[in-house]
Structure formats: C-alpha cells, structure tokens
C-alpha cells in the first residue's frame, strides 16, 4: 500500500524528512499548485541549502497565503540581500500572528539579522576579483596555486596519519618548520594550534590564545610571511552564519593575539566563506564560499590584495548588495586593467614560469611540476584527443553557466521564480552533467600523459 500524504506530514511533524520528502514530491508533480505541499517542500529545501528550489516552493506558498511561508521566504531574501522583499514577507508574518506571542517573539531575531546584514551591506569593501571556479569541495586546494615564499597548504590527513579523511587544511610556513591546524576540543569545537619542527619530527604543540580560540569552530588558518598575521575561519566570534572570515597579528609585547577583526563583505556572507589565503609574491588572493552552492561544492574567488580597506562608495542600494553578493566579476573591475595577465599570474605553480599571452591557450596542470599551456605540448596523441574534446565541451559549459547565472541574477533581481524554475533545473542538470564528462575526458588525458611520458 503506497503512503498518503497524511503519513509524509506526520513524519515531517516528527522529523523524519527523509521519508516524508519523496512523498511530497511524487504528490507535487500531481498537484504543483497545493499551497501546502510548496510550503513542505520550500521549508525541506532551505533546511537542506537548495535555495533555488526553496525559493520557488515558497514564493507559491506565500502568494497563496501560507503564513509559516512569510517567516521562511522573508529569512531566504535575507540571505539574497532583498531587504525590501524580506521586510514585506515579515510584515505578513507578523500581521498574521498579531495575537500569537510565541510566533512574535520567533520572528525578532529573524529581523534583527536582515537589520545587521543591511548594516553590513554599506560597508562592503572594493574589491576587485579577478575570477571565480567551483569545484568539489575535496578539490578545495586544487585552485590555490602559492608561491614558494607564500607557504604550503595541505590536507590533514596528508599530513597527520591518524587523522580521518575530511576537508580540514593544514598551512606549513615557507620555512618548514612551522604548521597550523584545527583540532576538535573536548567542547566539540575545534580551536587553532601550532608545532615546531624539532630536529627531524613535529613537537611541542601548542594551542593559540583565547582571543581566537573561542566559541564553535576555528579552522582553515593560513600565516602570512611575516609570521605575526594570521587569517582563519570560525563559526563563533559572531559569525554571519557557518564560517566566516577573520583575520588578527601576534603582539609581541604581550605574547597573544590580538582581538580578531570580521572582515567585511563581500569576503563574509551568510554562508560558509573560508580558507582566505594572500600571495604577497604574486599579488593574488583566494577565498572560497559556498554560497548558493550546491551541497558538494565550493566556489573559490581569486582577487587582488589591497593594503588598506577601501569601502564602497554609492547611494545604491541595489548595486551595493550586488557587489557584496558578487553577483557578476566584473562589475568589480576598473579600466585599463590586464586581469588576464593577473588570472595566469594566479594560476601559475611555485617555480614555474608564466608564458606569454599570445602562447597560452590553457592551463592544464599534468603533475606537481609540469604544466601544458598548448595542444603541442601533448607528447602522447590519445592525451591530446582527450585534451580536445574537453576544450569543446567546456566551451560549452561556460555558455551553459553564463546563461544560468543570468537567469539567477534574474530571480535574485525579483523575476517570477515560478516561471524561471524549470529552464534553471534543466540548465543546472545539463551544466552539471557536462562538467562530470570534462572532468573524465581530463582526468583520462593527464593519466594517459603521464604513463607514457613520466
């Protein structure tokens, strides 16, 4: 006997959304426009970071007068930076629970977060950002190309034998004497410590003061050359939600760290923003987000360093939370730039020497010290085929993103997302798809390179 949709609302009641979810969702293809079923589904989606499809569910919900879609819809434009939007769906919610002091009182911090997310909106920083890729999040470090006096990145587990697979980082100073790394506390945080290299081993751990190591978690550190300045992730200190941003010096003249400052947006979102890293040889910065992201993934930012902070300067609202979601790269550019030049600066790997423009086609990472810039560097015919048949496919793909982030931009911008829905899903199906098919074509391209010629 199949399960009716009293039984998926019983089980959502209960906290069972495994089971209640693909009953919803047999039963909403049926019904798309049941007012309840979209609020079931949008709140499943936000709880589960699939914005768009919660977006969609809740905005039917609310338009068909749903009053726990207010609430929801209002917190999801929050996170969009529609604070117009938001404060229309709060005003609802509050009209509709005038007489319900609990409902009332859930609803204060939902609106003093929009309020602190607006504040911060006028204090987004100038940045330039160069570029952007989104990879797996176990690919987080492919992206960060350092130089040599920049220090190292690596994974934990790469580096402690006991510790289990995951996405923590560890950051090994230029010198090699030096590491920083998360380690989860009896509170069920982690804090930041250090080692020494002693002789030819590790020792003498450490854990960093109390000014960083505070509430929640303290992860993904990198030091600057100077050894004092520090930069680092943490879901306490305040954070706008999941990790944000931090950076602090070590006072000599105390032997502690000084209270950390939040950087600012559009580094810091509501989102997980994390693993800031400054190359002060090249004159790149990378930060990753994963902002409006899918579960898995990651987007990593790539920009240019400032040595102060520069904040915006404009009276409009919208293109301020624009630029502090980077809703588009280059709105962030100035003229006369060669942010060219700087991507391939960026991409470049320690010791190696970055070839001219009118030479490079790509860049295309074979080991840990070659990298093809051009078809003729291929030695083996079937890598180079491989090779070629990525090329066309990605330039499809980047056809295929431009056109969804368009679409994106729409809905953010306050387009129907009812009608935008099914060509974004279908764009996102297609877009993913064909980056799983270059990934293989590479991944066979690199292997069959390097057994034959390495």
């Given at each position: ?306 040595t102060g902070v520069t904040l915006l300067e404009s009276e409009d609202a919208s293109y301020l939370a624009n630029r502090a979601r980077i809703s588009s790269i280059k709105d962030s550019w ?121």
């Amino acid at each position: 006997m199949g399960q009716s949709v009293d039984d998926a609302k019983r089980w959502y009641n209960e906290g069972n959304i495994a089971a209640a979810k693909p009953v919803f969702e047999a039963e909403h293809r049926i019904n798309p426009g049941n007012a309840q079923l979209n609020h079931w589904l949008g709140v499943i989606a936000f709880n589960e970071g699939e914005y768009q499809k919660a977006l969609q569910h809740l905005e039917v919900a609310s338009q068909k007068n749903i009053p726990e879609s207010y609430l929801y819809l209002a917190r999801l434009y929050t996170m969009m930076y529609r604070f117009e939007d938001a404060e229309k769906e709060f005003a609802r919610y509050e009209r509709a629970n005038r007489r319900n002091k609990e409902a009332l009182a859930s609803l204060a911090p939902h609106k003093e977060y929009a309020e602190r997310l607006k504040r911060l909106i006028n204090r987004t920083e100038d940045v330039q950002i160069i570029d952007s890729v989104v990879v797996p999040k176990s690919d987080l470090l492919s992206v960060y190309k350092l130089s040599a006096s920049a220090g190292s990145l690596q994974p934990m587990s790469a580096f402690f034998e006991d510790q289990p697979n995951s996405n923590q980082v560890l950051f090994l100073n230029e010198r090699g004497n030096k590491i920083y790394y998360p380690k989860e506390d009896a509170s069920g945080g982690s804090s930041l410590y250090t080692m020494e290299k002693l002789l030819d081993n590790f020792g003498n751990e450490k854990r960093l003061s109390e000014s960083i190591n505070q509430e929640g978690d303290q992860a993904y550190p990198f030091v600057m050359p100077d050894g004092l300045t520090i930069y680092f992730a943490s879901t306490g200190h305040g954070s706008l939600g999941g990790y944000d941003l931090f950076v602090t010096r070590y006072n000599l003249n105390s032997n502690t760290y000084l209270t950390p400052n939040q950087l600012n947006m559009p580094f810091n979102s509501p989102f997980n923003d994390y693993m800031m890293v400054i190359d002060e040889e090249k004159g790149i910065g990378w930060f990753a987000s994963d902002r409006f992201q899918a579960k898995d993934s990651v987007c990593i930012y790539t920009f240019i360093p400032s040595t102060g902070v520069t904040l915006l300067e404009s009276e409009d609202a919208s293109y301020l939370a624009n630029r502090a979601r980077i809703s588009s790269i280059k709105d962030s550019w100035k003229p006369g730039a060669d942010y060219a030049a700087l991507l391939k600066t960026a991409l470049a790997t320690a010791g190696q020497q970055v070839i001219s423009s009118e030479k490079r086609e790509f860049t295309f990472v074979i080991n840990d010290t070659k990298t093809y810039y051009r078809l003729s560097d291929f030695k083996s015919n079937i890598a180079r085929s491989l090779f070629s048949q990525a090329i066309k496919l990605r330039a499809r793909l980047s056809q295929l993103e431009e056109e969804l982030s368009e679409k994106r931009q729409q809905v953010a911008a306050g387009s129907n997302a009812s009608s935008l829905a099914a060509s974004i899903l279908a764009l996102e199906n297609e877009t993913g798809k064909l980056y799983r098919e270059v990934e293989s074509l590479e991944f066979r391209a690199r292997n069959e390179e390097i057994r034959n010629n390495y």
